[in-house]
């Protein structure tokens, strides 16, 4: 194919990661009917209770090291050979970067990293094993997690937009398009693009686009048939 790769911008929630045994947050049994949302993963609650907040993030990348990529995600990987493909993810672990994604888009953090508590632009890499707490130092600095907490900005939010706003080919994977801003995305994508919606029991069905009912590995096979006959047909 001599011909430039269209752009297929892929926008992926919690349930992209389901099936590799990562819960999401709003199912039945899912991690905020387990945990209060609003002490362990918001700036007051950091503020009240910082040891609880750092506790529950361990547990979180302590359990990620066991999980691997699943179908969906190594398909997005495999696309790459047809599109240009740009992933944004709510997702806060690194499945999609394990899959070999080459453009990823975090969101909302990253569990594998911590950050300064003074220069949030200085983050640590950190392995699954680590378990930080509010005494924890990194190159003379105090640290949090690397994660956006509810009652934050959302710094990623504005290049996200202007991805979606070059989308060829739109997608949204395993996300109940609930938490703002992520979920206003597919907005600022152009008029008359199309936009497929991967979920099995999406929340809420946004107008003109088109929905498969179905688990992200099952809804990526048939939607990754689609692309490829559309991307070679020419
Ligand atoms: P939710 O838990 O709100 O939604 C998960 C979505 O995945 C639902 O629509 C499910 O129907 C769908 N789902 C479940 N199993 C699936 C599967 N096997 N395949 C495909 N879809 C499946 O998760 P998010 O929308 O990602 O933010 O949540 C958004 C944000 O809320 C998260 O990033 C997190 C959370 O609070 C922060 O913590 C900042």
Do not use: C
């Not at 907490?149 to 080919?169: G, K, S, Y």
């Not at 099995?200 to 590995?217: D, F, H, W």
Request: charge should be negative; avoid cysteine; glycine fraction near 6%.
């Amino acid at each position: 194919m001599t011909d430039k790769k269209l752009k297929l911008v892929v926008s992926t929630g919690a349930g992209i990661s389901a099936e590799s045994g990562i819960s999401t947050f709003r199912d039945a049994d899912g991690l905020w009917e387990n945990y209060p949302v609003m002490e362990v993963a918001s700036a007051d609650g950091f503020r009240r209770n910082p040891a609880l907040v750092h506790q529950f993030y361990n547990a979180r990348r302590a359990d990620l090291g066991t999980k691997k990529p699943n179908a969906a995600h190594l398909l997005l990987k495999e696309l790459e050979k047809y599109y240009d493909v740009q992933v944004i993810t709510q997702n806060v672990d690194d499945l999609h970067e394990r899959a070999g994604s080459s453009n990823i888009l975090h969101l909302h953090g990253e569990l594998t990293k911590v950050r300064a508590l003074d220069d949030e632009f200085k983050t640590f890499k950190v392995d699954y094993a680590t378990a930080t707490t509010p005494d924890t130092v990194m190159d003379g600095h105090h640290v949090r997690p690397h994660i956006v907490f509810f009652q934050e900005a959302v710094p990623n939010f504005e290049p996200a937009t202007a991805l979606a706003a070059e989308a060829d080919i739109f997608v949204i994977i395993g996300t109940s398009l609930v938490v703002y801003p992520a979920a206003a995305l597919l907005h600022y994508v152009r008029k008359g693009t199309p936009i497929y919606y991967i979920d099995p029991n999406p929340s809420t069905i946004p107008e003109g686009v088109t929905l498969i009912r179905k688990k992200a590995t099952e809804g990526m096979a048939e939607l990754a048939r689609i692309l490829i006959e559309k991307a070679t047909e020419k």
